[in-house]
């Protein structure tokens, strides 16, 4: 369990794959609306799984054995996720909340190495999320990151650096630098 301490990632895993976390579904039932997809009469309106179903699956991919290719892997995911959060809207609607959310945990099952993916999932269910704002969900990336670096006996990284590590430039100013590189590019082709 994670402790109140935002800095103590002292989290014990139990794989209770079989059984659903209090996470998944309340997850399950703010994207459904209705867990049990039953009408106001008690009724089973719809057999079918709802397709926000496949968010809680278990993980597709198999182990990934080569230590090489899975430490290079883990570094480009968690500069994905940090890249992500840090660039997510400080105000974000909420179709963009949810699609956040959607990605994070479809990401925990169609990871690559499977046995990473599995301890991923036991990290959502145990560290609590939020998608109400960049800083939140930027937060919320970096505990997950630091419960894995916890795992793999890694430095803890200070989360109030994250804005330092992946800054969100402004669209204005990346649009302007854009503009004096293609221009520098002319000037050194002349």
Request: charged share 30%; proline share 5%.
């Amino acid at each position: 369990m994670l402790s109140n301490n935002s800095n103590d990632y002292n989290l014990q895993y139990e794989d209770n794959s079989s059984e659903k976390s209090g996470l998944w579904d309340q997850f399950r039932y703010y994207l459904n609306g209705n867990i049990d997809n039953e009408d106001d009469n008690g009724d089973n309106e719809n057999t079918e799984p709802n397709k926000f179903d496949l968010l809680h699956g278990d993980v597709i991919m198999p182990e990934l054995g080569d230590p090489v290719v899975r430490a290079e892997l883990g570094r480009a995911t968690w500069h994905v996720l940090h890249s992500i959060t840090s660039r997510f809207p400080e105000n974000p609607t909420e179709e963009e909340a949810d699609a956040l959310e959607q990605f994070i945990f479809l990401t925990a099952r169609l990871y690559p190495c499977g046995d990473c993916a599995k301890h991923f999932q036991r990290m959502l269910e145990k560290i609590p999320y939020s998608t109400k704002s960049r800083k939140e969900a930027s937060k919320w990336i970096c505990d997950i990151h630091n419960g894995a670096n916890k795992f793999l006996k890694k430095e803890i990284f200070d989360c109030e650096k994250v804005p330092e590590r992946w800054p969100c430039y402004k669209c204005e100013e990346s649009n302007t630098d854009d503009r004096r590189f293609i221009e520098n590019l002319k000037l050194e082709q002349l």
